[in-house]
């Protein structure tokens, strides 16, 4: 049975910093892309950043520069790191596990999902 186990959101001021883990088990962790989605109240789902089995990442626009993504395949685990936060970061964070490494950005494309972890960053 695949899980994924967001951690680490919370409650931050605008231009702080927050780290969120995803610690996956029940598959094979490096043959899998990891992937953040998040999902804002009122919006549709959207892609935050993705790395896969050979350590490439991509991000969404809007977070390149602040945020960045790593994977540590021994302990099963992908991070997002997120610097310089904006109160439109506001969301609720979730992490997904890709067996394909193609288009990366398409929720679809994704395999498994974690429960997610709420971000909420305050002005």
């Known amino acids: 049975q695949v899980q994924l186990v967001e951690s680490g959101g919370g409650l931050v001021q605008a231009g702080g910093s927050l780290r969120l883990s995803c610690a996956a088990s029940?598959?094979?962790?490096?043959?899998?892309?990891m992937g953040w989605f998040r999902q804002a109240p009122g919006a549709e789902r959207e892609f935050v950043a993705a790395?896969?089995?050979?350590?490439?990442?991509y991000f969404t626009d809007s977070v390149k520069g602040r945020f960045t993504i790593s994977r540590d395949n021994a302990k099963n685990t992908v991070y997002l790191q997120m610097n310089s936060l904006l109160p439109e970061d506001t969301a609720v964070y979730s992490c997904?596990?890709?067996?394909?490494?193609?288009?990366?950005?398409?929720?679809?494309?994704?395999?498994?999902w974690g429960q997610g972890t709420q971000v909420t960053v305050s002005s």
């Open positions: 997904a596990a890709a067996r394909s490494g193609r288009t990366l950005k398409l929720a679809a494309k994704y395999d498994y």
């Open positions: 790395i896969d089995w050979s350590g490439n990442t």
């Open positions: 029940g598959l094979t962790f490096s043959w899998y892309a």
